[in-house]
């Protein structure tokens, strides 16, 4: 079945410290992934997905196949960046399948 | 930068009632979806509707659940008898020709029904 999996529902790192937001998925398949982004108060938007292989605002994910994971990374984090990040799987033609979400937290 | 609008931003029904949520997509962009998410859970697919008619459906997307686009720019989605389970927040998306996976999202609708 296809599944995402963010084993963290919370994450708690201090400003300046590198952060990584874990993502493991099951697929049958070569799957397309994406890293959505919910700011407080604001609305699902697209962080980046593994096919354009772009960094935004310092955020990486590198889609490993051996491991089927797509863990999204920045080196040094910003207060900015506290949001709840949701990992997405790309199923058949149109339907996304999301991770429960981790709540990230950037300590000053 | 043109965004996806929904209405209400809070809607609260009592079960058994019919609800319409609206959505006014992206003015150019040719697929359209709905996604809910109960409280504390994760995002769900719902369902995509392409080219006048849904693309595709989930299992959640029953009978009780219909999908319009009456006129070139509301997308709406309709519950015929609410029940308890459905209160959840109701997120339309939007996306363009070529681009299906780089869905923008409205700010969702938040739907209780008691």
């Known amino acids: 079945a296809q599944r995402v999996t963010q084993p963290e529902k919370l994450l708690s790192v201090f400003k300046g410290a590198p952060v990584e937001l874990k993502c493991n998925y099951s697929?049958?398949?070569?799957?397309?992934l994406f890293w959505y982004v919910q700011y407080s108060r604001q609305r699902l938007q697209l962080l980046l997905r593994h096919i354009s292989r772009e960094s935004i605002k310092g955020f990486t994910a590198d889609l490993n196949k051996g491991e089927t994971s797509f863990h999204l990374k920045k080196p040094f984090a910003q207060e900015e960046d506290s949001a709840m990040y949701y990992c997405a799987l790309s199923h058949s033609n149109y339907q996304l399948i999301w991770g429960a979400g981790t709540k990230l937290i950037i300590k000053p | 930068e043109p965004e996806v609008t929904q209405t209400p931003s809070h809607q609260v029904t009592q079960m058994g009632q019919e609800v319409i949520l609206r959505c006014v997509p992206i003015s150019n962009h040719l697929y359209f979806y709905w996604y809910r998410q109960i409280l504390g859970q994760k995002v769900e697919f719902l369902v995509s509707f392409y080219n006048n008619e849904i693309s595709e459906k989930s299992e959640i997307f029953d009978d009780q659940f219909s999908v319009e686009r009456p006129d070139g720019s509301n997308f709406t989605l309709k519950i015929r008898s609410t029940k308890l389970e459905d209160s959840a927040m109701y997120f339309c998306?939007?996306?363009?020709?070529?681009?299906?996976?780089?869905?923008?999202f409205g700010p969702g609708t938040r739907l209780t029904v008691t």
């Open positions: 998306a939007s996306s363009r020709q070529g681009a299906k996976y780089e869905q923008y």
């Open positions: 697929y049958s398949g070569s799957p397309e």
